[in-house]
């Protein structure tokens, strides 16, 4: 076995990538009108995030449901699986509600494929929200020329979002 701490860490990071495969595989299958497709549709034509809080609690939901995962192996990996899907939905949740308030801030990627994915009505194309990997890995990743505002952007930008 690894250590505690090793054990831990490496079940979080597991549980933050497994979620962002989740997540495209739900979007995903929104587009393809298994899940939720009206609500999603609404989002879409919308093209605006309900809130952060709520969007915690629908990745956060996930999170909790599969937080179990981990202790198949240990305790100290089934802690390190839920802090690690917790930390997923957090961050997920941010990312959706950034690049609808403002997608020049999202600087981990280069270009924000969630915020092109509405804005150019891309419904095959740029499932990812919080990374672009599985939208490259899949094939389903479309890169379009993005500028971002040059500007200085503060702490206070970042925090612009609607929270609840």
Same mark, same amino acid.
């Given at each position: ?6 054990? $831990? *860490?490496?079940?979080?990071?597991? !549980?933050? %990538?497994? +979620?962002? =495969? ?6 995903? &299958? ?25 969007? $915690? *609690?629908?990745?956060?939901?996930? !999170?909790? %449901?599969? +937080?179990? =995962? ?6 100290? &990996? ?34 924000? %494929? ?51």
């Amino acid at each position: 076995m690894l250590g505690g701490a090793v054990e $831990f *860490v490496v079940a979080a990071v597991c !549980a933050l %990538v497994f +979620g962002t =495969f989740a997540e495209y595989f739900i979007h995903r &299958s929104m587009h393809w009108g298994i899940l939720h497709p009206e609500g999603h549709r609404h989002h879409h034509e919308a093209n605006e995030a309900r809130n952060y809080l709520r969007d $915690f *609690v629908d990745y956060g939901t996930g !999170a909790v %449901v599969l +937080g179990w =995962f981990g202790f198949l192996y240990s305790i100290t &990996s089934g802690f390190g699986w839920a802090f690690g899907g917790l930390v997923y939905a957090a961050l997920a949740s941010y990312s959706h509600q950034i690049q609808h308030a403002n997608a020049d801030l999202v600087f981990w990627m280069k270009r924000p %494929v969630h915020r092109l994915h509405h804005n150019l009505d891309m419904r095959e194309h740029n499932f990812g929200i919080l990374v672009d990997w599985w939208d490259r890995l899949f094939g389903t990743y479309r890169p379009v020329e993005y500028l971002r505002e040059a500007r200085r952007y503060t702490v206070r930008d970042f925090l612009a979002i609607p929270w609840r």
